[in-house]
């Protein structure tokens, strides 16, 4: 059977997985391959019903629960390409992504975390002209079809239809005709729009066809070693590429169970690992520090892990240390991929440890690295630094609605210009120093914050870190660290400023320190240093 496309790998695992555990939900369905096939062709039924065609649009607002996963399954059975939508979106944010990726579908969870999402949508929709009658119909006015995804008890929405409604729409379609839709799907086709996380700006929409979302999710799978004695507890949120593509694919194509989280929650977290006994569980920096400093710890069985993987930040060695000397990881790996190429690189099960504290491993997913030589010109010697170029088959197909952007991202020789700043070995591994907006200099010397925030992750009782450059009259900038200590440590300045002297050229050691209860990240776990600075200029 050809697993090319992402409906084939789905009825590839039913008939091979069959019975065996798909997804486990804490609280909700417990599925098997076989059902988890079943219930997402439901899905396709309802779409195709609803005149769902090749190509249209379906977005998803919604947290990481087995409504995601069905409605992502099935929208791409029925041929349609997916659309996530950031959980952590206002309405405004929201309404602007749905509404440039034109959308004929929305699943928006009705109510979650105390929030009316489908409330916003409408508020936001009243405030643009562009979208009349936002408050009465459908939200916004271009998808045709909106449903509201049971998350939380909600009261039913105008303009809405509930979960079981949709479904019951799929019995005017029959299996045969879902299923021949399924088969229709090209392996070239786009199957996701991923839009990024705007940090910078406003964010772009990545798109990827079916046969490059599988072709990442076989390289990390393979990395890593999944098999279907793999219980892995997704806690990336499936709207991000880490969730869906390093997670409800990786899944689909190993057999590993699905065990979402909505939320992270560190002491839910690890009852779900005591409960279901997970052995994987990927994720930012910050996931894995929490647990490691939770009271709890000692009081739940963690041995069933044996994989971690982490990247989306600057990884400190001291934590990647702790992650082996103080849970049950029998594997850490580090990865390294960004929105526009999920998985560059990524270290494998038989690197050394320092290897793995200090690389994001070699290239994988068919990609090529480079390193800009200096004035982004070239190719940097081995160990020289310069921006990350990648290449490769599994590339975006481009910038939706947006060719600007996307030859200003990609050149004419197909090298993805990422931002980021890093040096290859010479065996081909990666190391990432920084990003290349966030270097800044001190004295007419380059400072990259990261190698700041590794030294300062070596000072006992710091839980992490992030470095900014800020005006200096006299040397035009100088560092300033923000610092979120661990509990029970109660640090000042002064012992900051005198652990980096004795570890930093005087230029690195940052000249002013702030203590905070913790940084501001995005959905991946990225530190979003712009509100940092923009903090320090308020």
Request: charged share 20%; glycine share 10%; aromatic share 6%.
């Amino acid at each position: 059977m050809e697993l090319s496309t992402i409906p084939a790998a789905l009825a590839r695992a039913a008939a091979d997985y069959g019975d065996a555990p798909a997804l486990a939900e804490p609280g909700g369905p417990r599925l098997s391959w076989r059902e988890l096939h079943e219930r997402a062709g439901d899905v396709s039924r309802a779409l195709l019903a609803a005149g769902i065609g090749p190509g249209d649009r379906v977005a998803i607002w919604s947290p990481n629960t087995h409504h995601w996963v069905l409605a992502a399954l099935g929208a791409l059975g029925a041929g349609g390409t997916l659309v996530p939508v950031s959980t952590r979106f206002t309405g405004h944010e929201a309404l602007d992504v749905i509404s440039r990726s034109g959308a004929r579908v929305l699943f928006v969870a009705g109510c979650f975390l105390g929030t009316d999402r489908l409330a916003e949508l409408r508020a936001a929709a009243s405030e643009t002209p562009s979208m009349p009658n936002a408050t009465t119909g459908p939200v916004p006015d271009r998808p045709a079809l909106v449903i509201q995804v049971p998350v939380e008890p909600a009261v039913p929405a105008d303009g809405a239809i509930e979960w079981d409604e949709f479904l019951a729409r799929a019995a005017g379609i029959t299996a045969a005709e879902a299923a021949a839709r399924a088969a229709a799907v090209q392996p070239d086709q786009i199957s996701d729009i991923l839009f990024t996380s705007g940090t910078t700006g406003q964010s772009k929409g990545a798109m990827s066809s079916h046969r490059q979302a599988l072709g990442v999710a076989a390289a990390w799978a393979d990395c890593g070693g999944l098999t279907r004695a793999d219980r892995y507890l997704v806690i990336n949120p499936f709207f991000h590429s880490f969730g869906y593509k390093a997670g409800i694919l990786v899944c689909l194509l190993t057999g590993a169970v699905i065990v979402p989280q909505p939320v992270f929650d560190a002491g839910e977290a690890m009852r779900l690992i005591e409960a279901e006994r997970i052995t994987v569980l990927p994720g930012a920096p910050t996931l894995y520090q929490t647990i490691l400093d939770h009271p709890d710890r000692p009081k739940y069985d963690l041995s069933s892990l044996r994989l971690a993987v982490t990247g989306a930040a600057i990884v400190p060695v001291a934590l990647v240390e702790r992650m082996r000397a103080e849970l049950s990881f029998g594997t850490v790996l580090t990865a390294y991929g960004l929105t526009e190429a999920v998985v560059a690189t990524m270290c494998r099960p038989g690197d050394d440890p320092e290897t793995v504290a200090r690389t994001s491993g070699r290239a994988a997913a068919g990609f090529e690295v480079r390193v800009a030589g200096p004035g982004g010109q070239g190719r940097a010697w081995a160990g020289e630094p310069g921006e990350i170029l990648l290449r490769g088959p599994n590339l975006m197909a481009g910038y939706l609605d947006d060719p600007a952007a996307t030859s200003e991202a990609i050149d004419a020789d197909g090298w993805l210009h990422t931002g980021d700043i890093g040096h290859v070995d010479e065996a081909g591994y990666l190391t990432i120093t920084d990003r290349l907006k966030d270097m800044y200099v001190c004295g007419g010397f380059n400072v990259y914050p990261a190698e700041v925030e590794q030294a300062l992750a070596r000072l006992d009782g710091v839980a992490e870190s992030a470095v900014i450059g800020v005006p200096d009259e006299r040397l035009g900038e100088v560092g300033k660290a923000f610092v979120v200590t661990r509990p029970g440590y109660d640090l000042d300045m002064l012992q900051v400023l005198v652990f980096c002297r004795k570890r930093l050229a005087n230029y690195k050691v940052p000249r002013h320190v702030e203590f905070c209860s913790a940084l501001p990240r995005n959905a991946a776990g990225k530190t979003l240093k712009r509100l940092l600075r923009k903090e320090t200029d308020d």
